[in-house]
Structure formats: C-alpha cells, structure tokens
C-alpha cells in the first residue's frame, strides 16, 4: 500500500476512496499478513456488515491479522446468552456489541411517574448487565461495548434534557451506568459512541432512510468513522499503543521562529487566536503527559534558543516536561531515532508533530513505524487532528500511566548515579532496591496485562494477552501468575515484570515473561525467578518448562534461561528453544542486591 493510500485511511478519513475501494484494500493489505488472526466477534442491535468491514480495514492497515464474526441481525442479546454453538467455536478474543440509540425502545410515556422511568432505565441496564456476564462467564475476551447517541428527536423539546421522561434525559442516564460499569469491571471498555455522533452532527448520523431500508443505525459516512473508532481501541488492546509524541517546535508548539524572533516574538498565550491555539495545544499535550504518553523535542534549532522558549512566561510546557530532548541542524529521522535509543522504546511506539509537511514527508517515508498525523496548515486547528487520529487510545489507564512521566525523570537520575559510581555493583547496591511479587490480583491486573501486550525486548515468548485473558489465568487453578513491583532510593518503577505459567500434571510451563526496559540489568529479573520457583515448590511443581521464541526484537533475552540456571530439552531450527528446571527440596538462594518486601514471603 503506498504512502498516498495510507495517508488516507488515517484521519482526516477520505469517505468516498475509503467507501470505493474498501474490498480492494482489504483484499490486497490481508494478502501481505501471515501471523494469526485476531478473533473479534460483532454483535449487532442493527445491521453490522457496513461497520464489520471498517473495523477490518483499519485494523489490517495496522498490520493485525483480523477476522470477524457477526450475530444476526439484532440478535445480540440471543447470541451473548442462547448461543447455538457457532460463537462458541469462533472463540473470539474481543467482543464488540454494536448497539445505538434504535436499541432503546418502549419510550415511558411522558406522564410516567419518576418510579416508573427509574424501572425502566434499571430494566433496560439489567439487560444489558446480563449480556455482559454471560459473555463474561463464557469467554476470555475483552468487551468492546457502544453506549448511546442522544436521539434524534426530543418530545419535549428543550425539556427533554431536563425532564425524567425526556429521551435525552434517560440516554443520559443509562450512559451513567454503563461508564459505571466501565470503571468498576476490567476487560470491559466502553465505546463512546455518543461523543462520536456529536462531533459527527445527528443530522449526518441517523438517516431514516436507510434505517427503515436496511436498518443501519447510522449513515454510511458514520460507519466509517464507528469502524475507525474501535479499531482503535482494539488495536491498543492488542499493545498497538503510542508512548511518546515527538514535537517540533517553530510553528508547531509556538509561532514564529525563536532564533530569528527571539522570545518576545514568539506566539503563545493570550492576545490572538495564533497564541491562543498554540497554547491550548500545549495544555493538551501537558494533559497528554499527565495520563502517561512522553513527550521529546525533534527540532532544526540551536539547543539553547530551543530551550529558551519554554522560558516564555505564557508556555504551558516547560522544559522538565520533555524526556528527550533532540535540537540541532541534523536530519529528523536521525534525531527520532535517538530520541528512542534514550527511551528505550521502539519506533512505533512514537508520534511525529510537525507544521512543515515536507519534514512529515521524510519522517514517514524514512521511518514508516512512527506515525505521522497530517496536522493541517491551520495552528488553530493542529489539536483537532492530533485528537481524533484515535493515536492514544488505552484500553484502561493505571496509576503507573499517571507516574510514567516523573518514571523517566527517575531514570536520567539513576543514570548520574551510575556513573559516580565505581563499579555497577557498587551502583545496584546503592539504588537501595525494593521489590514486591506476588500473584496478579485485580489492583495489579490493567497495568499487568498492559505491561504484557507492550513489552518487545524481554519477551521471552511474545504472547500477547487481553486483560480478561489475564483475569481468566489470575483466577483460574491450573495457572500461577506472578508481577513484580520495584521501588529504589529515586522512586517507584511500578509494576515492571509479569509471569504466567500453566500447570500440566507436575510441571509449569511458563507461557508468557515479560519486563519492563526500565530495570534492564537490575536484577529484578533474578528475583522474579527465585519468586517462582518458590511458588511452584509450594505448588507440588517438580519441573519448571521455560520457551524462548525469537521475535524482531527480543534477541537479548535468547541466553536467559540458559544463564538462569536451566537445562536446554530442545532447540528448533528457527532457534526456539524449550528448557528445563528441576526443584529440589531446596529452592537454593540467589544473591541479589534487591529486598523483597516481607509481606510477599
């Protein structure tokens, strides 16, 4: 697919080539995909083929491997809890219930007493509650589910939103209930729907037309945008997320050219409407930092003019703000690149900013993993595209998303520490570590199965996993899972390392270890390991089976188990390789200079 076609399927989404040339694209991008398919299963309360499509091409261009399952027409309800055997088979991983503002039906009339409409919002909820716990009870997917546009037509009027029996009133309500939901059960995700049919506008949405034809539930251009949308999510359930987003500075983050201007004449603030976009553009990336994505500085500059324009009094951003920080006269792909050498994150986990075109031009031809959203020519307007690119899509947010930022800014302190001091185990021995294992358990489990789907490098086996799938291991007997929690003298690093091994008989096969880039060679490793061990002796576990499946890029973790203490049983031709640890009736100790808090033990 060449760069013009790709450029058009990403946001702003070209309607007509995308509504031309969907069965072409989705034909031509699957004929390049190998791995397995994503199962993804859609459950309408309409008819679904339109959106089912979408949700393909979008997630094909992002290179998943993807195919889909559809319920009959508004059977959603039938196949969640009477199924015939056929979604049972499919086994999907993701579950998305395609349900819209047609499904609320039997309206309480507008005389209805304030007892009657709370039955029926309950009513209508429990229904929904219902689908969900079957759905749940029967597969390990994450749900994806729509809550509700606001309808159409008001009744009431301008009554209607303030009114019990207003329809907008009663919408409003059962979204309540289900971002309730949302933020109270993992593995479920909510699809806001109704903020997609307002920024869309319900007069292109809803064409009653085409309901009454074919029962579609929104019009052929919003199914493009629904498709797009949860695509999104799905991709980043899947640890197809963005990390950081790269910035470059002239025209981009302030107006004006700070080496020419100088910092009097640069625009940010108040005063116009190109300071005033520039400056809310900063606060909604200061507001993008907060949640956890980095920010870095890419930028043609002298470094100390590029610095000194966060010293503006009207800047949101300052300059401790930033992770990585690139600013000279070289190329920007060169620069990128060692933005993520300093991160120690791959190039797809990264976003490009820039006004100038032709710098996105080369960015997004010289390195086609990070992404590149066409931001316009118009400033006032940049974070209208960076938003709805759907590039920072999460399938849930943890307290370690929050603290990733101050996390990195930890880590450039453990880096002038390590080199004061005069050997690196003089430096482990001073980072004063801490570490808490135990079993997953639902506070550790979103960050958990986020760690799991992001992790590249120390991947031993690239399994990827959903949130429920970790739930399901976390309470399932014939699993043993383990997360690792690591704090030193600078700070916490989170929860940094996740097992999931599978019992067989006496054995335990480790089916998925994972750990973060931020503690490479601190030993956590090592700690995570003698946890195990004794977890699986507790277990009346014999033997210990550990897999090393090589991936693109987890080539440093080939050696692992071999310099663990494992026996090789067998090694393929792909270099895959199956190992062996046997548990004697002691669990020897390891040296490591990391405590384990005594309530793990």
Known sequence: MDDNTDQRLSYPLDYPFIQRHQKKLRRELRAGLSQPALRVAVLGGSTTQEVSCYIELFLLQAGVNVEIFESDYNRFYESALFDDGEL??????????HTSNV????????????????????????RFQTVWSSLTEKFNASIIQNNFELPGTRPLGNQDA???????????????????????TSGFILHDLNYLAARFGLDRWYDPAQWYSYKFAMSREAFIEVGYSVAAQIKATVGLVKKVV??????????????????????????NATAEGFSDLQSYLKALRERGILLAVCSKNERQNAEDGFAHPDSVLKLDDFSAFQANWDHKPGNIEQIARDLNLGLGAMVFLDDNPAERAIVAQSLPAVSVPDIGADSTRYIHFLDRSGLFEQPSLSHDDFQRASMYAQNRQRVELENACQSYDDYLKSLQMTATIEPVNPMALP????????????????????????????????????????????G????????IGERQGDDLHIRCWVMSCRVFKREMEAAMLSKLLLLAKDNGIKDVI??????????????FYQDSGFQLLHCSDDNSSQWKYSIGSEVPERDIPITINPATE
């Not at 983050?253 to 625009?267: A, C, E, F, M, R």
């Not at 799938?469 to 309470?475: I, K, L, P, Q, S």
């Not at 916490?492 to 097992?499: F, L, M, T, Y």
């Open 103 to 126: 499904n609320i039906t039997g309206w309480p009339a507008v005389a209805s007493t304030q007892e009657s409409i709370d039955a029926f919002i309950e009513q209508f909820v429990h």
């Open 246 to 271: 790269i910035c470059d500075l002239d025209n981009t983050l302030w107006g004006g050219v700070i080496g020419d201007d100088g910092l009097d004449g640069i625009q940010v603030g108040a005063g």
């Open 162 to 184: 303030t009114q019990a029996a207003g329809r907008s009133y009663i919408t409003r309500q059962i979204n309540q209930r289900f971002a309730e939901h949302a933020q109270n």
């Open 447 to 490: 960050r958990s199965a986020q760690l799991i789907n992001k992790t590249n490098q120390f991947n031993l086996t690239g399994l990827r996993f959903t949130e429920q799938e970790v739930a399901g291991f976390m309470d399932s007997p014939d699993y043993l899972t383990l997360y690792g929690r690591l704090t030193d003298r600078f």
């Open 492 to 499: 916490d690093n989170g929860i940094v390392s996740v097992i």
């Open 546 to 559: 550990g897999y090393y499946v090589p991936r693109e890029k987890n080539g440093l973790v080939k050696d």
């Open 88 to 97: 049972k088979a499919f086994d999907p991983q993701i579950i998305y219930l």
